[in-house]
């Protein structure tokens, strides 16, 4: 998950999905806003850093109250002193967290009698169909928490929606059986940090009930695949509400 992101970034994952995830140009900073998504559900979390724990982020990871493990391509001399006094936590060291992932890679998917092997989920700008589709367009600073949420959103479970604001989440709907509800979820956790936020979304809206529930939160901006037969109904809702909306072209369905 943190290697799809260049700068220093911070995952706090519960059961396999990120209940929080920020970048920074300072590490301690993307924890602490990685964070502070979702504190109840970080409680007994597994963290993910793209980048060596320094000194002030493990500061950061001691004082949290409950973290089972910390993964990382490698820890600043003397930190592990301090993250060890706490000896139910779990420390593992893997070199290329810092490095983009390769298209072309496989992953594999086991059931009972077989496994699927499958090329990885690895797009980035250039691959996206970029298409702004409403009337209000995006500025350069939205754009970067636009392509930030739609690289977030891939790492959540179907059907997901993320909220971001600047680059870090603020809320997160994760594994519902429809998108409206996901929405619901990461409107409510999100609270007041949902107004004039970038919501990302893994797959086009079927519906427009999903952009009219981003709307009324205070959603400012959307990104998502498109490709709906009701997209139409999507954008006049978006446009009703001042939003903007960007299509990628690209769908992600993590299951």
């Not at 009337?135 to 959540?156: C, D, G, I, N, Y």
């Not at 594994?175 to 996901?182: A, F, H, K, V």
């Not at 409107?187 to 009219?212: C, E, H, I, M, Q």
């Amino acid at each position: 998950m943190v290697r799809d992101f260049a700068e220093p970034t911070v995952a706090i994952l519960k059961h396999n999905n990120p209940c929080g995830l920020a970048s920074d140009s300072d590490l301690a900073t993307a924890y602490k806003n990685a964070y502070d998504c979702d504190p109840v559900s970080a409680y007994g979390s597994i963290i993910g850093l793209n980048r060596i724990v320094d000194a002030a982020t493990a500061e950061r990871i001691h004082e949290s109250p409950f973290v089972e493990a910390v993964i990382a391509p490698g820890y600043a001399e003397g930190v592990l002193d301090l993250l060890t006094e706490k000896q139910s936590r779990r420390f593992l060291e893997l070199p290329g967290l810092d490095q983009n992932p390769e298209k072309g890679t496989l992953e594999l998917r086991f059931i009972e009698g077989g496994a699927l092997a499958q090329e990885k989920d690895v797009a980035w700008e250039d691959d996206y169909d970029w298409k702004v589709v409403t009337k209000r367009q995006p500025t350069a600073e939205e754009k970067a928490s636009l392509l930030f949420a739609f690289r977030a959103v891939k790492h959540v479970k179907s059907n997901a929606i993320v909220l971001v604001q600047g680059t870090h989440t603020v809320g997160i709907g994760a594994g519902q059986m429809n998108r409206l509800e996901s929405v619901r979820i990461a409107t409510k956790n999100a609270g007041d940090k949902a107004k004039g936020s970038v919501l990302g979304s893994d797959a086009f809206f079927p519906f427009r009930d999903g952009v009219d529930a981003a709307a009324e939160a205070g959603v400012g901006l959307i990104i998502q695949p498109g490709g709906s037969k009701r997209d139409d109904e999507a954008i006049e809702a978006a446009d009703e509400a001042g939003i903007a909306m960007v299509f990628t072209g690209v769908r992600h369905f993590r299951h």
